[in-house]
């Protein structure tokens, strides 16, 4: 009996303990299992290396990844998308960064944290070693910067072209409201006021609006001629006025006693507008008969008018037409002024297209001009300096002048001749000096060269950048050119003058030579000068 007991408590421990590693191996396949790792530890300045993130999860679980600058000090240089794999109902997701340095050293990758429905997990850590690209110059051969490649445009329509459609669209609407005011002007002739509304009465009369039915047409043209022939003769606002105002106006003035119109004559006008104004705005259709005795009421009002309001006196006339000469001359005047603004806008877009297809540059020497153009487009002259012999083409000519050097080049040289044309901070400054060398000193080429940064200190120049290189004339004279940059005080604002330079050194015919060109910076007419100096120069043989 006690060893069946023993036997069923024993299976039982079995079973609860098969139960519990079941349960523990579930919960532990249900928990996300993270993997990061990189594709080297070693790179160069400027490599890449692939940062890897691997998570598998149940697939109703939400996962996100690092995003942005998470990586410093490496540098993300693209996040390359995350790929998505199902492995035994879970799923398997992997995401890759492309990251770099362009820094010499060692780093750390630091933990990244990556977020499962919530919860926040961190992966390992990471060290990079990035090593320097060495050069070795004695072996490989250094070959100077290639030229800029042209690549044609694609073609498109020119902005100026554009411009051009503008313009012509302003002048043919200036044109065409130009031509209408005309026309306007003469369908308006100037008549006197009486004259004016018997004319338009006229013209009202041979009209077939009446034939037509046109009765709203035909008492708008009616109350207006007579509403003018008011505004030009008593009330300067009836145009614009209500039937009521303009009727009140009237009894005012009569009231006054400065109207002795007849009261059947006021009614009669207050009918024909209160008539007008229920043809006009509530479709009201008057029969011909009412229309036509309106017209002949019209007539009657402006002759009772013309009979009661007395003829301007000779003072008045005088004083009209002085006004209308001052309405002449303002007209005048707005035309004056048109005409120059059109000139001005005129101007300002044609200088607007030139800057946009030109530069501004070329705009700005064409109109206020400019010093070293005229001398590039001037009259270059051809002549022989100094001994030994230099042949040089410049702008200008260059004058005898005195100009001190270093005490090493004088121990170098026998004597020595300058000559040179405008000043060092002008726009524009040549310098050439000449002279035999010394059969008892020891000249060295490259000791003169070594002088210039001193020579060029002693006169001013501050931050000096020297660049050299070798150089050859046209009649293969073989120098030193040495070229570069540096600062002038400015002597009237105190600030900086940006200068460019290129002297040239020669030890030919038993001499030494030295032709220096000094120039703003960027200016482009200026190293057009210098390269044709260059081309220029001959160093003859004495013997030839």
């Known amino acids: 009996m006690n060893n069946r007991l023993t036997t069923t408590l024993n299976i039982y421990k079995a079973a609860a303990l098969l139960l519990f590693l079941l349960l523990s191996f579930q919960a532990f396949a249900q928990e996300p299992q993270i993997n990061a790792k990189i594709d080297s530890s070693s790179i160069k300045i400027g490599e890449q290396i692939i940062f890897s993130i691997e998570v598998e999860t149940d697939s109703t679980n939400l996962v996100v990844f690092p995003e942005g600058q998470t990586f410093d000090p490496m540098e993300m240089v693209e996040s390359l998308g995350s790929d998505t794999t199902t492995v035994e109902g879970r799923f398997r997701l992997l995401k890759?960064?492309?990251?770099?340095?362009?820094?010499?050293?060692?780093?750390?990758?630091?933990?990244?944290?990556?977020?499962?429905?919530?919860?926040?997990?961190?992966?390992?850590?990471?060290?990079?070693?990035?090593?320097?690209?060495?050069?070795?110059?004695?072996?490989?051969?250094?070959?100077?910067?290639?030229?800029?490649?042209?690549?044609?445009?694609?073609?498109?329509?020119?902005?100026?072209?554009?411009?051009?459609?503008?313009?012509?669209?302003?002048?043919?609407?200036?044109?065409?409201?130009?031509?209408?005011?005309?026309?306007?002007?003469?369908?308006?002739?100037?008549?006197?006021?009486?004259?004016?509304?018997?004319?338009?009465?006229?013209?009202?009369?041979?009209?077939?609006?009446?034939?037509?039915?046109?009765?709203?047409?035909?008492?708008?043209?009616?109350?207006?001629?007579?509403?003018?022939?008011?505004?030009?003769?008593?009330?300067?606002?009836?145009?614009?006025?209500?039937?009521?105002?303009?009727?009140?106006?009237?009894?005012?003035?009569k009231q006054a006693g400065e109207l002795s119109l007849k009261d059947k004559s006021i009614?009669?006008?207050?009918?024909?507008?209160?008539?007008?104004?229920?043809?006009?705005?509530?479709?009201?259709?008057?029969?011909?008969?009412?229309?036509?005795?309106?017209?002949?009421?019209?007539?009657?009002?402006?002759?009772?008018?013309?009979?009661?309001?007395?003829?301007?006196?000779?003072?008045?006339?005088?004083?009209?037409?002085?006004?209308?000469?001052?309405?002449?001359?303002?007209?005048?005047?707005?035309?004056?002024?048109?005409?120059?603004?059109?000139?001005?806008?005129?101007?300002?877009?044609?200088?607007?297209?030139?800057?946009?297809?030109?530069?501004?540059?070329?705009?700005?020497?064409?109109?206020?001009?400019?010093?070293?153009?005229?001398?590039?487009?001037?009259?270059?002259?051809?002549s022989e300096y100094g001994t030994p012999t230099v042949t040089i083409t410049t702008p200008e000519v260059l004058m005898r002048h005195d100009v001190k050097r270093g005490d090493e080049l004088q121990e170098m040289l026998l004597g020595s001749e300058t000559f040179d044309s405008g000043t060092l901070e002008g726009n524009l400054y040549i310098l050439l000096i000449t002279g035999p060398v010394n059969p008892q000193g020891d000249f060295d080429l490259e000791k003169a060269v070594d002088g210039i940064y001193e020579n060029l200190e002693s006169q001013g120049a501050r931050n000096i950048i020297m660049k050299e290189e070798e150089f050859s004339t046209i009649n293969n004279a073989k120098g030193i050119k040495v070229f570069g940059t540096f600062d002038l005080e400015n002597p009237i604002t105190g600030g900086p003058i940006k200068k460019e330079y290129a002297i040239l050194n020669f030890g030919e015919n038993s001499g030494f030579q030295q032709v220096m060109v000094v120039f703003d910076e960027d200016d482009e007419y200026a190293e057009e000068i210098l390269q044709r100096v260059e081309n220029s120069i001959e160093l003859r043989n004495q013997s030839n």
């Open 96 to 253: 890759k960064y492309s990251l770099t340095q362009f820094d010499s050293g060692a780093y750390t990758i630091p933990q990244q944290k990556i977020i499962i429905q919530n919860r926040e997990y961190l992966t390992d850590s990471f060290r990079v070693e990035v090593a320097d690209v060495k050069v070795d110059t004695t072996r490989q051969k250094m070959y100077p910067i290639k030229p800029a490649v042209d690549v044609p445009k694609p073609f498109s329509i020119p902005n100026w072209v554009w411009w051009l459609l503008a313009i012509l669209a302003l002048i043919g609407l200036a044109f065409y409201f130009f031509k209408r005011r005309k026309k306007r002007k003469e369908a308006e002739p100037e008549l006197p006021p009486y004259e004016q509304a018997m004319f338009e009465l006229k013209q009202l009369d041979n009209s077939s609006l009446l034939q037509d039915r046109e009765i709203k047409e035909y008492y708008s043209q009616l109350t207006f001629i007579v509403r003018k022939y008011l505004d030009r003769k008593i009330y300067d606002r009836a145009l614009e006025s209500t039937t009521s105002d303009l009727i009140a106006y009237l009894e005012l003035k």
């Open 267 to 382: 009614d009669n006008l207050q009918q024909l507008l209160r008539r007008a104004d229920l043809a006009k705005f509530a479709n009201s259709r008057p029969d011909v008969i009412t229309a036509k005795s309106d017209r002949t009421k019209v007539e009657h009002l402006i002759k009772d008018i013309r009979q009661v309001v007395p003829e301007p006196t000779e003072e008045e006339l005088m004083q009209d037409e002085n006004y209308r000469r001052e309405i002449l001359l303002k007209r005048r005047k707005r035309r004056i002024i048109a005409v120059i603004g059109g000139i001005l806008i005129l101007g300002i877009i044609v200088v607007a297209i030139l800057v946009n297809t030109k530069g501004f540059g070329f705009v700005k020497d064409s109109v206020f001009g400019n010093e070293t153009k005229e001398l590039l487009e001037g009259d270059w002259i051809k």
